[in-house]
């Protein structure tokens, strides 16, 4: 797989992380254009502190988010653009990758079985023939979640941001963007998106961190866990992941 350079100032480790929180300068998803587009974007909402993660659908039994999200205590809202009107789906164990670093945020992917399958289409991971020709410098994409801009609430609709991957880089399992469109609180674990060959979009990365300062600036460094790069763990843990 190809790994990307020019990414200066994350090689000097010069930023300070922060998990992050709504996506900037995105709109919110109606409800035909979520069930056209996005039926797989799902919500996780821990219900004893209120906080919300994004997620998404990737087998009918298996949801994908980040690993500082996985947990099998929490409330899984499918089916919906509004976390209110959404349906809540039986959790049945979480797993984070065995490879989950706190410090490093490296590997930060985690996945949550269902206790029964659902009927919604999954949304597939994206192929090494798609990553090679389409994850590349100022390539066009997209950013999606549930979250909430800094003194504000959780989203209830999807938001979603068209973006450009302007200076791309990877870092490990890191792959990273600045652009005015990010995650920001309660988007973590949320998808980054491109067209696939076929038209149809396919994930390449889950959210995990930011810059510290994004989210109040409107737009700058968002980090996605590289879906190319742990690859395998979803594979190996998925029995029925769509080919």
Known sequence: ???????????????????TLAIVH????NQPRFLD?????????????????SAVLISPTHVLTAAHCTSAKKRLLVGNTSRRRANSVAIADAIKHPGYSRDTHQ??????RLVEPVDIPPIALISESEYLLLVEEHAPAA??????????????????????LHRLGVRGT??????????????????????????????????SVTDGNLCST?????VYT??????????????????
């Open 37 to 53: 587009e996005f039926p797989w974007a799902v919500a996780l909402e821990n219900p004893v502190t209120g906080g919300v993660c």
């Open 174 to 207: 890191q792959l990273m963007y600045e652009d005015r469109g990010a995650p920001c609180g309660g988007d973590s674990g949320g998808p980054l998106v491109v067209e696939g060959l076929d038209r149809k979009r396919v994930l390449v990365g889950v959210a």
């Open 143 to 164: 950013v999606l979640g549930w979250g909430k801009r800094p003194g504000s609430h959780f989203s209830d609709r999807l938001v979603l941001a068209p973006i450009n």
């Open 1 to 19: 797989m190809r790994r990307l350079t020019g990414w200066l100032a994350l090689a000097a480790g010069l930023l300070v992380w922060t998990s």
């Open 226 to 243: 590289d879906i190319a790069a742990v690859r395998r763990f979803i594979e190996e843990n998925v029995p029925d992941l769509p080919q």
């Open 26 to 29: 995105g709109k919110a998803v």
């Open 218 to 222: 409107g737009g700058g460094i968002a």
């Open 107 to 112: 590997f930060d992917v985690g996945l949550i």
